[in-house]
């Protein structure tokens, strides 16, 4: 059990739809991440924030937004959903500096029907 | 920016055989360089790292790696393969100047009886 948790575990949902994945990092970490999973993508990065401010910006689609609490915890809206969107979404948090190690939530099965 | 290219998106081994998983890095300052391991369904979980410190890095469940800077490649070994060892590594290097970890494509290691 890495202490990062992700809700919900799996969701079903339809074309231009929108949902939202939460995230709760490790107790202490400050950087939250994002990224999205697919067979045909690989891993790929979407966003990074720390201690609530956007850092880091990778492949993130602009129907796709993020945003980091006070509380630290993390939520990744993805609006007009495609069927392409259906993909594993991990969110990872870590200390914060370049140098520490990224711990990974179970991640949301994301299926776009 | 960094990247990582990991060499063979497919690697097949006997159980007990050496297993060498391949990392090539780039970057324009030392790097950090990390290995993960994902098992079927499950996040990424960090197997070792290197941060400057010993070329050569222990890690968990009796892998290491050996960073060498004339070759940009911080490969993964062990020298007798388990079964259990079956699963998806994935390397990622992140710079002293940025929390942007990349990731490659990962590798999938089988384990054959």
């Known amino acids: 059990d890495s202490g990062v948790t992700q809700t919900p575990k799996h969701l079903i949902t339809a074309t231009g739809q929108r949902v939202t994945l939460r995230c709760s990092p490790r107790s202490g970490d400050l950087s939250v991440y994002w990224y999205q999973q697919s067979l045909d993508q690989g891993l790929q990065f979407l966003i990074q924030y720390y201690n609530g401010e956007e850092r880091a910006k990778g492949n993130i689609l602009e129907r796709f937004s993020a945003q980091q609490f006070p509380d630290l915890h993390s939520e990744l809206n993805l609006s007009s959903l495609e069927l392409g969107d259906s993909a594993l979404y991990f969110c990872a948090s870590s200390l914060g500096f370049s140098y520490n190690e990224q711990f990974f939530g179970p991640g949301t099965r994301l299926t776009v029907l | 920016a960094q990247s990582v290219t990991q060499l063979g998106s497919h690697v097949s081994v006997s159980e007990g055989a050496l297993v060498l998983l391949r990392c090539n890095y780039s970057s324009s300052v030392p790097p950090y360089l990390f290995w993960y391991v994902q098992y079927p369904n499950q996040g990424l979980q960090l197997l070792l790292k290197?941060?400057?410190?010993?070329?050569l890095v222990k890690g968990i469940n009796g892998f290491e790696a050996e960073f060498k800077k004339s070759e940009t490649s911080f490969h993964l070994t062990k020298p007798s393969a388990h079964m259990s060892d079956a699963a998806e590594y994935f390397c990622?290097?992140?710079?002293?100047?940025?929390?942007?970890?990349?990731f490659g494509a990962g590798t999938r290691l089988t384990v054959k009886p």
């Open positions: 290197y941060t400057s410190a010993a070329t």
């Open positions: 990622a290097v992140s710079l002293y100047n940025n929390n942007d970890m990349r």
